[in-house]
């Protein structure tokens, strides 16, 4: 048990296809994030949201959306995604915002594949 | 552009033996640091992190880490390590207190053979 639960474990998907991924924290922390992992390649950050800012990294698609609805929700948006796009998806929160030291709690992740 | 590099990408190693895996970085200012580990089928924890004081920091099951700042490295070790410690490491830098926006290395997957 983490405290960050992510939902679904594993996705696959079709190019055409509109699916959403979903993270919910339990540890009454303030900041989320979005993190891919890639086979042989560093996590890459691809969003922030907290109670001072939201950030993007501005080399995400736009073919990924996220959605924070309030600080224990985080969503990701997929649409007409690409196979390249098949990675592990993983959230992560934080208790001391998007200022703080950077310590992160991740979830297990959702494992996309795309056909 | 700032970055990590971890020199090992795969270790094997017999249990018993002693490991050090190698973590620089890239940026000049205040840091945070942090090792991460990831068991086979399990999420990232975190294993140890450093803020400031003691530049040797210790973590959980045996693990410790040295932060030199003037060769910009941050390498973790462990006396001996057992079959269990098996999985994938990662070394992350958090400049300047930004928060979860984290930059990791590629990760060192270690084997431990029994």
């Known amino acids: 048990e983490t405290g960050v639960t992510q939902t679904p474990r594993h996705l696959v998907m079709g190019m055409t296809n509109k699916k959403s991924l979903k993270c919910e924290q339990h540890?009454?922390?303030?900041?989320m994030y979005w993190y891919k992992q890639s086979a042989k390649k560093p996590l890459e950050l691809m969003f922030v949201y907290s109670l001072e800012e939201r950030v993007e990294n501005n080399s995400v698609p736009s073919r990924f959306s996220p959605e924070c609805p309030n600080s224990s929700h985080l969503f990701l948006h997929l649409h007409t995604l690409q196979p390249e796009d098949s990675a592990l998806y993983l959230c992560?929160?934080?208790?001391?915002?998007?200022?703080?030291?950077?310590?992160?709690?991740f979830g297990e992740g959702s494992r996309l594949t795309v056909l | 552009a700032q970055s990590v590099s971890q020199h090992n990408h795969h270790v094997i190693l017999s249990e018993a033996a002693s490991l050090e895996l190698g973590c620089n970085y890239s940026y000049g200012g205040t840091v945070n640091l942090f090792w991460y580990v990831q068991y086979p089928g399990q999420h990232l924890q975190l294993l140890l992190k450093?803020?400031?004081?003691?530049?040797l920091v210790k973590g959980i099951k045996g693990f410790e880490a040295e932060f030199i700042k003037s060769k910009f490295s941050f390498n973790l070790r462990k006396p001996s390590v057992q079959w269990s410690d098996t999985a994938e490491y990662f070394c992350a830098v958090n400049p300047y207190n930004q928060g979860g926006k984290l930059i990791f290395g590629q990760g060192t997957e270690l084997s431990v053979k029994p």
């Open positions: 540890l009454g922390h303030n900041a």
């Open positions: 450093y803020f400031s004081g003691d530049p």
């Open positions: 992560a929160s934080s208790q001391e915002g998007g200022r703080g030291r950077g310590e992160l709690f």
